[in-house]
């Protein structure tokens, strides 16, 4: 059997969807987003409005979460704004019926716009696309009477989901989001504890930053919560160098992260184990959670770290009109000029198909495009047969009402799953709410196959194939910025015992620009060859970045809860081996070393970081 990752084995890595929870809230409010407006259209004889009602509900849907309503509301509000601005520019060109070349130059200028924007960041990434996507349908889809309507209404739809999820009570501690997140990552810790020493440690690592990740998102910088996330970061810190170290901890430890998180949630505190911490990295983390104890248990706790910084996925990645910003917009730009130029050419009949396909293949935070590409056509098949099977039952309008509710409410799902099967259920509930605009039969559905296709295509030869940027464009950058947050984290614990307050968010920043990378470079590994066999070479750097931070881990125990001084000869070759593999990833140059994954449990009484820069030396050749 093919090692994952090699690129024989692509196909299997690409195809395999992830089996996200079933966010029931999340769930019901998706599906009577959608059922109400419809059914108030059916009722009062509009039902056109009631189908722009609803597909402003769903734009909701797909940028909804269970947070906070301080983030929740420009979430969703970002997002929808974008897509009745879209819809307003499309119903425009339809309602004025301007001309082949003047659509095409308004829907690429839009194109390049919804690129850049989408460029900046997760935010503008769903605006950018819903834009686009808008402006397509506002062309092609039948206006409702007035002609302008149709934005409004999609307002008043994601306006609708909105409030479903306001509540309508005080909260209590279970109910609460941040709350829920926090106890998720304790959790998480606990996995990661009992994992020490095993083969499921680094995947146990990796799901505890994962929701460390998500928990920082939702708490922002507000001070609620702040000292038992804080000291939640500590212990992680710990588990991190142990994990690296492969030196297990007693199984009373392991359950006491998942007691603290569900002390959070309301059970009463659980008593700290009475176990006999021996070594440096056990004695600090014993003493972080002790102090997460106290947090958790509403006691004060002293831990003198500095103020968060903004989370980070509010952060633009790349300013709007930025040279990264405009070159991802020229990318979008130009597969939408391909597009229009393509079905003016050919007798579609619904053209509009082809440039909001090209639209969300292009989203730029969902993966590989290749991947998507491939995915968008085999599940617009799916969920055209699907459909078809629907209408050959029955073509009843208040069934069909119905089918496009449950559609959407397994978006949450199905978003989160895989974008071959999102596309699946996203498919016919867009060609439901075709049908029950008038527009069309279900003759007609069969032609959507191959404009999915000819976008597809069109996306893979001009904005894949031709476009200059490869991977590395990709993968490097991320690489780079995780070796240099290591070295900002390293340079902290090497000059200062005890820790600086801000060093906390050194660390932090050095652990998500290491699970971005790993996460970009798992993309890649979806892609057939060569993009999958360039990501392959990249993915020893990745590993041994990651067990870089726990050395380094490992090491500021060592530093601060044992007797050794810090080296700064030491320090200084792990500093030029970072330095050195920065100018590798700069130059496109994957190191050809074969470093081996340490086996053997440290010995305590060595330098953490000695081993890790041994590791570095082999890697680099």
Request: with cysteine; aromatic share 6%; proline share 10%.
């Amino acid at each position: 059997m093919p090692a994952p990752g090699s690129p024989r084995a692509w196909w299997a890595h690409a195809a395999r969807p992830v089996r996200p929870p079933l966010l029931w809230a999340l769930i019901t409010r998706a599906a009577l987003g959608m059922a109400t407006p419809l059914l108030l259209g059916l009722l009062a004889g509009r039902l056109d409005l009631g189908v722009f009602a609803g597909l402003g509900a769903m734009h909701a849907t797909l940028n909804d979460r269970i947070e906070p309503t301080a983030l929740r509301a420009p979430r969703i509000a970002g997002a929808v704004l974008a897509s009745a601005t879209g819809m307003l520019l499309g119903a425009t060109l339809q309602h004025h019926h301007t001309g082949v070349l003047l659509t095409a130059c308004a829907m690429t200028a839009c194109a390049f716009l919804s690129g850049a924007v989408s460029a900046t960041g997760p935010r503008g990434s769903a605006a950018g696309m819903l834009l686009l996507v808008s402006a397509a349908l506002g062309i092609g889809m039948p206006s409702p009477h007035p002609w302008w309507a149709g934005p409004p209404m999609m307002l008043l739809g994601a306006l609708y989901v909105f409030l479903l999820g306001l509540p309508l009570r005080p909260r209590s501690l279970r109910a609460d989001p941040r709350r829920r997140a926090l106890a998720a990552a304790y959790e998480a810790l606990g996995l990661t504890l009992a994992a020490l020493g095993t083969p499921q440690g680094a995947e146990a690592r990796r799901l505890l930053t994962a929701r460390l990740n998500s928990a920082q998102d939702l708490l922002g910088r507000g001070p609620a919560l702040r000292t038992e996330y804080e000291a939640l970061l500590a212990a992680a810190e710990a588990s991190t160098g142990l994990l690296w170290a492969r030196r297990p901890v007693p199984a009373e430890v392991a359950v006491l992260p998942a007691a603290l998180g569900r002390t959070l949630l309301g059970d009463p505190p659980p008593p700290h184990p009475g176990w006999p911490p021996d070594t440096p990295a056990l004695r600090a983390l014993d003493a972080a959670l002790r102090d997460a104890g106290e947090a958790v248990a509403g006691r004060p706790v002293s831990l003198g770290t500095a103020p968060a910084p903004p989370p980070d996925p509010w952060r633009l990645r790349v300013r709007l009109l930025s040279p990264g910003s405009a070159r991802y917009g020229l990318r979008v730009a130009l597969c939408i000029a391909v597009a229009e130029a393509v079905t003016a050419g050919l007798p579609l009949s619904r053209s509009y198909w082809v440039p909001m396909t090209v639209a969300f293949v292009l989203k730029p935070d969902l993966g590989s495009v290749f991947l998507r590409a491939v995915s968008r056509s085999v599940g617009t098949l799916i969920g055209i047969a699907l459909t078809a099977g629907l209408l050959l039952l029955t073509t009843d309008r208040w069934v069909l009402a119905l089918a496009a509710s449950v559609c959407v409410a397994l978006l949450p799902y199905s978003a989160a799953a895989h974008y071959g099967l999102n596309t699946a259920v996203m498919t016919p509930m867009a060609l439901i709410l075709v049908q029950l605009g008038g527009e069309s039969g279900a003759a007609e559905f069969w032609p959507r196959v191959l404009d999915t296709t000819l976008a597809s295509v069109i996306v893979l030869v001009f904005g894949y194939l031709l476009w200059p940027e490869r991977p590395r464009h990709r993968i490097e950058p991320l690489l780079v910025a995780a070796a240099t947050a290591l070295a900002a984290y390293l340079t902290s614990v090497v000059r200062s015992s005890p820790a600086p307050p801000a060093e906390v968010w050194l660390r932090r920043t050095a652990y998500r620009s290491l699970a971005e990378a790993r996460q970009e470079v798992r993309n890649g590994l979806a892609e057939p060859p060569p993009t999958g066999r360039l990501a392959e070479q990249w993915l020893p750097a990745t590993a041994a970045l990651e067990r870089l931070s726990g050395a380094v881990a490992a090491y500021a125990a060592q530093i601060r809860y044992g007797d050794r001084l810090a080296d700064p000869a030491e320090a200084a070759r792990v500093l030029d081996s970072l330095e050195r593999l920065t100018a590798a990833a700069r130059a496109h140059r994957p190191p050809t070393g074969l470093a081996a994954r340490p086996e053997s449990p440290h010995d305590p009484a060595l330098s953490a970081l000695g081993r890790a820069a041994n590791e570095l030396d082999v890697l680099l050749g």
